[in-house]
């Protein structure tokens, strides 16, 4: 089990989010919402080198799927709303991706609900596919920021009683050392040949 999750981290990955909160409305309303992303770019974590940032693009979700989101409890368990039936809804303003979730079909999303409500639960959390390095998004080595300009789909949105657990974290933080590692490794390639190319014109000279 534990390796089918390992095996889905490979091409999922999450990210806490802004605070979830229920919306003041008459007393048999179950509405809750929030911003889950903002575009503006955001420090995710600190290396040895520095800060390392990330930043989602406003066009990177023209294309994402975002036919079938669900609304889970830490991205697991049972299925408390959904936009396919239309008791979610995500929307993308010029702020950043908004949810409005609808908890009032079930005893579990009811259960929820008063639980976000009371502020045991306040947190949130998406996962998306990242997608592929050049093609949907990029690693500026200046600003040594992650820039997401295509996100092929999302898969859910969640409420999480602890922002950031230690599989998802780490998994996360594993990705974007992925992408430093790989950047670092083309730049090694291509400064090797160039130095291959001065040789081989000195030998010519001589």
């Known amino acids: ?17 802004k605070p979830l909160k229920t919306r003041n409305e008459e007393e048999n309303s179950y509405i809750v919402e929030g911003y889950r992303m903002k575009y503006e770019p955001y420090v995710f974590y600190e290396d040895s080198e520095g800060e390392v940032y990330e930043e989602f693009k406003r066009e990177a979700f023209n294309k994402a799927d975002v036919s079938d989101v669900i609304f889970l409890y830490d991205h697991q368990g049972k299925v ?3 936009n396919s039936n239309n008791t979610l809804k995500i929307t993308f303003d010029d702020i950043g991706m908004y949810i409005e979730a609808d908890l009032s079909t079930s005893k579990a999303s009811r259960e ?13 959390s998406w996962s998306f596919n990242p997608g592929i390095r050049g093609r949907n998004y990029d690693f500026n080595e200046e600003t040594r920021t992650l820039v997401y300009k295509n996100i092929p789909k999302i898969y859910d949105v969640s409420a999480v009683g602890i922002p950031a657990n230690n599989d998802t974290n780490i998994n996360a933080r594993n990705f974007v050392d992925g ?23 000195e030998l010519l000279k001589e």
């Open 179 to 201: 992408v430093i590692d790989e950047v670092r490794t083309e730049r090694f390639k291509e400064q090797r040949q160039k130095d291959l190319l001065k040789l081989q014109i």
């Open 1 to 17: 089990m534990k390796n089918d999750f390992e095996n889905k981290l490979k091409t999922r990955q999450f990210r806490d989010m």
């Open 112 to 124: 929820m609900y008063e639980e976000i409500k009371s502020g045991l639960v306040n947190k949130m």
């Open 80 to 82: 408390l709303a959904r």
